[in-house]
């Protein structure tokens, strides 16, 4: 079966260093979204991907990068970890198709403190 | 821009009793609307979507919502409610259909079920 998996699911950092969490579909959609679960504030788009080397900047995309080298990958960096940066991250993927309604298949999500 | 406001952060309901947890979005043109469940450690699953047609529609686990334009709502509905319904509910909002569509999601409603 088709699927869309996050790793790794739990991290711990220390602040200043570099962390990349990793998202993989198989479901050759063109369309791929990170976002960022916090109390209080439900999910934040944090950016996104329309298509290879197709980068889109989100609500909350400062201190975070992602690159899109292929369709079945769209890897977050944080550049230099923050503990505002601790939280619960998703990673989604929708079709892409001009029949899209838009619904989005999620991942696990990957916990990541940052000490 | 568009934004979705869910007004109850936290409901409590008896096993067996009604649920209606509300919704209210903003955004100019017809919005494609949806209603996603996150089990605790889980990702989300969607639950049902809108976007043209009958203004009821009808999801798994036996849940409904309605969509009203008048009050701008995509309330979501369950006639008797189960232990195993206690989870966070998203409601979200798509600009539009078509291939770049994303979404932007409330803060989530957490429902408790007790006994």
């Known amino acids: 079966d088709a699927e869309i998996t996050q790793s790794p699911r739990h991290k711990i950092t220390e602040t200043g260093r570099q962390v990349t969490l990793a998202c993989h579909q198989t479901?050759?959609?063109?369309?791929m979204f990170w976002y960022r679960q916090d109390l209080g504030h439900g999910l934040r788009l944090i950016h996104y991907?329309?298509?290879?080397?197709?980068?889109n900047k989100g609500e909350v995309s400062d201190g975070y990068s992602v690159s899109r080298s292929n369709t079945e990958d769209l890897p977050l960096t944080l550049e230099s970890a923050a503990s505002s940066q601790t939280s619960v991250y998703f990673c989604?993927?929708?079709?892409?198709?001009?029949?899209?309604?838009?619904?989005?298949?999620f991942g696990e999500g990957s916990r990541l403190t940052v000490l | 821009a568009q934004s979705v406001t869910q007004p109850d952060i936290h409901i409590t309901v008896s096993e067996g009793a009604s649920l209606e947890l509300r919704c209210n979005y903003s955004?100019?043109?017809?919005?494609?609307l949806f209603w996603y469940v996150q089990s605790p450690g889980q990702g989300l699953q969607l639950l049902l979507k809108?976007?043209?047609?009958?203004?009821l529609v009808q999801g798994i686990k036996g849940f409904e919502a309605e969509f009203k334009r008048s009050q701008s709502s995509f309330n979501l509905r369950k006639p008797s409610v189960h232990w195993s319904d206690a989870a966070e509910y998203f409601c979200?909002?798509?600009?539009?259909?078509?291939?770049?569509?994303?979404?932007?999601f409330g803060t989530g409603t957490l429902l408790a079920v007790q006994p």
């Open positions: 989604a993927s929708s079709p892409g198709q001009a029949s899209n309604t838009g619904e989005l298949f």
């Open positions: 479901w050759n959609h063109n369309n």
């Open positions: 991907s329309y298509g290879v080397q197709d980068t």
């Open positions: 955004y100019g043109a017809t919005p494609y």
């Open positions: 809108y976007f043209s047609g009958d203004t």
């Open positions: 979200a909002v798509g600009a539009s259909g078509g291939a770049t569509n994303k979404l932007i």
